[in-house]
Structure formats: structure tokens, C-alpha cells
């Protein structure tokens, strides 16, 4: 705990099972501190900020449809992906593709 009073890290991971203290009392015991509760806030409010806002207008389906992708990567590069749905609506679908495509 003093180690992380005097250099203030901006997160802290701790284990639930410590010989002295549990993770749980440590994490009250640093929230109950103003400047963590301001070093969280901060960062929190800044993720909310920047996060990608999720558009979920339409319904969708958890449906598993075999896919085979064609494009150019980041590398202008001829590429094919074989791979599978999570989901659809009726306009869009979601995969999984372990490519960087390139953007129109």
C-alpha cells in the first residue's frame, strides 16, 4: 500500500487472496482515498468518451453462416478468409477476420 501512495500507478492489479490484506480491502481501502477516486473517475470518463458507440437499431440473430472473404489488405495485398457468422441482421453480419482491410 505504500509503495502505491507514493509512486500512484494508474491501475493496480490485485489478487483476491493476500496473506495480509484481500484484494476487495485494498480496493475500498485506495477508493476511499480522493485522489484514487479522482485518478478513476478521470479514467473512466475519458473512456467513455472515446469508446466506439454501439449501433444495435436492427435485431439480430446469432446464425453461423460459412463466409469466404476476398480483398486487399493494408499491404495492398491480395487476400481470401474462410470463416463464420456470430450473428446477422438484415443488413449487416459479424465475424470474426484476423485481416486489416483496407477502407473505401
Known amino acids: 500500500m505504500a509503495l502505491a501512495l ?5 491501475a493496480i492489479l490485485l489478487d483476491l487472496r493476500m496473506p495480509k ?8 481501502t485506495f477508493t476511499s482515498f480522493s485522489s484514487a477516486q479522482m485518478i478513476l473517475r478521470g479514467q ?6 472515446t469508446r466506439r458507440k454501439e449501433r444495435r437499431s436492427e435485431v439480430r440473430v446469432r446464425l ?3 463466409l469466404r472473404i476476398t480483398g486487399t489488405d493494408d ?4 487476400f481470401e ?5 456470430e450473428n446477422v441482421s438484415r443488413s449487416a ?4 477476420c484476423a485481416v486489416a482491410m483496407l477502407g473505401d
Open 75 to 78: 499491404n495492398r495485398e491480395a
Open 81 to 85: 478468409v474462410h470463416t463464420t457468422t
Open 93 to 96: 453480419f459479424l465475424c470474426a
Open 64 to 66: 453461423r453462416v460459412p
Open 44 to 49: 473512466l470518463a475519458d473512456f467513455l468518451k
Open 6 to 10: 507514493e509512486h500512484k500507478p494508474d
Open 21 to 28: 490484506y484481500s484484494g476487495f480491502e485494498l480496493c475500498q
